[in-house]
């Protein structure tokens, strides 16, 4: 009888323990949900900062590529058509470069570089900006050396929107053509 009063006692222990209650099980769900929340955030800010990241190097290497550019025409340029005389401004600029022009215009938020004679137009900023304010600004026209001055300023806006809106810098310079022997 007494074998039989134990193993009871040790059936009812093994049954009461293979179970759990409910506060343990709120307990769980508690911790649980705080490792998830916090996994979240971590991911979420993550994000951000690839977001963050992807913006200010859009607008950068787009504003860089395109002051570049501009460099590299006016060098090549031998005359400028558009600004026509000094002071005057504009949203277009045309360059005598090789006997063919090379007009720089903005065309729906994108900077656009066409050569009339192999009759190709080519955006000079990426998918990932949009360019405003473009505005050329001919500075000088010394005909002693023969060479002009051309001022470049224009504002570039990411498309990638972040928290806090969309990145915007601007942009300008001024560059003189080479002067022709």
Do not use: C, W
Request: no cysteine; proline share 3%.
């Amino acid at each position: 009888m007494r074998n039989k009063l134990k193993k009871q006692k040790i059936i009812k222990v093994l049954l009461n323990k293979q179970g759990f209650t409910f506060v343990e099980l709120l307990l769980y769900i508690g911790v649980f949900s705080i490792l998830i929340v916090a996994l979240f955030q971590l991911f979420t800010s993550i994000i951000d900062t690839q977001i963050e990241s992807q913006s200010t190097s859009s607008v950068f290497l787009d504003g860089q590529y395109i002051l570049n550019r501009f460099r590299y025409d006016m060098e090549r340029a031998k005359s400028i058509i558009i600004p026509s005389p000094p002071g005057q401004q504009g949203a277009t600029a045309e360059l005598s470069i090789d006997n063919a022009t090379h007009t720089y215009s903005l065309v729906q938020g994108n900077l656009t570089l066409t050569n009339d004679v192999a009759s190709i137009t080519g955006q000079l900023n990426s998918l990932d900006t949009t360019v405003s304010n473009l505005n050329f600004t001919r500075v000088s026209d010394t005909q002693a050396k023969n060479t002009d001055t051309l001022t470049i300023s224009f504002r570039l806006t990411s498309n990638v929107i972040k928290r806090g809106g969309p990145k915007a810098e601007n942009f300008k310079t001024t560059v003189g053509m080479r002067p022709k022997q």
